[in-house]
DNA sequence: AGATCGAAGTTGTATGGCCAACACCTAGTT
DNA sequence: AACTAGGTGTTGGCCATACAACTTCGATCT
């Protein structure tokens, strides 16, 4: 029964995709004790070890509690998605069942301003491609993303016809992969641009996204920002006293000068 | 009373503890490299499954890369914050030094509305404490907090003064702890109980955080809508390949009548 | 009835080992 | 000069073991 020797995924991986399947499909149901390491290794023949990479999977995405002397218990039923999904705006959309567009609106290289020299780690004389994309689900537009490329993957990106659905897509067969992002989330007004491409009113309030990613040595690939007309979208995060990924920050208010 | 009577640190966290404040007093920079796992097992004489453990906490953190064949690097400087003031109104507030405080506005036993049933998971005939809290900083109101909480846990909170600063912090010292938190992110619009007390318009937008949190158990403690004043708060999320705390969820439009 | 103790079951911490997969650099080849 | 092959260093995956710390529950004792 093998035939298969193609980009294995590791064993602790596949374990962890079964059950995350048997969770999802209510087979414990919330509150519901899954069986212990030991009987899991059995089941799958395999080291205690790698059943505890495997359930470590489902705790970091917070499926599953952990805790010394009694067996996990199930904390969500709710599939989660991939981080693959969280990171292109076209895959999350086909997997709501919705049709994803993309039109780019303003394309230009630049030198980059603080902010950028800061997230991309580049330097003073360096170069970015920034692009302005409307986003649109279905027809209706849902977002207006903003984003500042390096020079190297710019000069890839600059290629894209103009209506490139997913570029996260396009980049990975070029060889470029995404492996960490920071998001911070806070609220905007629209400014004039963002008024007439998402056909809301100057000043409405928008959800706003700031996102860096990296690539998986650690080197900036794209700074963006997105703004998401209000009600189409929520962010839902999981953190734990395993796992700590997501803060608050504080913003300084800005002083009005008095004079 | 003999010597060390407390509960120990395991070794792995006291070693991460250690290489977090290196790489956040910017002793590798971002892009460094951090010294190979061999020399870390060396320099803290443990095996290297310790160090392992260690790096695993930094890497879920977002602090650095993990990758085959090379040293990991630094992916960010900045000091992460604790688990505990990311649940904690309070402690978030102090250690950005601003002073908190909370002010009862309403409190009542209420039986469970459906959306409280699913996300406490308790029975229909159950009931459920509800307390608004007024949160401040520094003397400005900076959030309405909308809290219900299940039969055991309101016999506590219900016994608490009014300014309570930190319910958090009390109920620790009552044996309640939280160990996973599940947050929703979008915006929403204020009330007029929003507006009054927040000082704005009704209306006008705030930053909505819906939060439902648990015990080591997995047992729910409380579900919470907190609204913010925006300008004040952003949230920051990491996410990566190795750990997908974060989702986007999709929220059916709502439906203008046209007539 | 209620409290105490202890055994069984379970997860956490730590060690040690082995090989595979991969990145990076160097030396040699073309 | 450009490309190739190989060697070295490094992390990933998996195994086996041992003991510690904790939860739970039943039995025993008061």
Same mark, same amino acid.
């Given at each position: 029964m093998r035939g298969d020797p193609v980009t294995r995924e590791p064993r602790y991986r596949q374990i962890a995709e079964e059950l995350r399947h048997a969770i999802t499909e209510h087979?414990?149901?919330?509150g519901g004790k899954l069986p212990s390491e030991g009987a899991l290794a059995e089941r799958y023949e395999v080291s205690r070890g790698t059943i505890r990479q495997a359930l470590m999977l489902l705790r970091h995405d917070g499926l599953v509690t952990s805790r010394r002397g009694t067996r996990r218990v199930v904390l969500d039923d709710a599939p989660v998605q991939e981080f693959a999904q969280m990171q292109s705006f076209a895959r999350w959309a086909r997997s709501i069942g919705e049709t994803p567009e993309g039109r780019v609106i303003r394309q230009g290289w630049h030198s980059a301003d603080p902010d950028e020299r800061r997230q991309l780690r580049i330097d003073a004389d360096a170069r970015v491609l920034r692009v302005v994309r409307l986003r649109l689900l279905s027809g209706r537009p849902a977002m207006l993303e903003r984003t500042a490329y390096p020079e190297a993957l710019g000069a890839i990106v600059e !290629?894209?016809?103009?209506? !490139?659905?997913?570029v996260t897509e396009f980049l990975e067969q070029a060889g470029v992969f995404v492996a960490d992002a920071e998001h911070t989330i806070d609220l905007a007004r629209a400014d004039p641009q963002d008024a007439a491409l998402l056909g809301c009113a100057v000043e409405d309030p928008l959800l706003r996204e700031r996102r860096r990613s990296t690539d998986p040595a650690g080197v900036p690939l794209e700074w963006s920002e997105d703004r998401y007309l209000p009600g189409s979208v929520a962010f839902v995060v999981h953190n734990s006293l395993a796992s700590t990924p997501m803060t608050r920050q504080h913003m300084v208010p800005v002083v009005r000068d008095s004079g």
């Open positions: 087979a414990y149901g919330p !290629t894209l016809p103009a209506d !490139t659905v997913s």
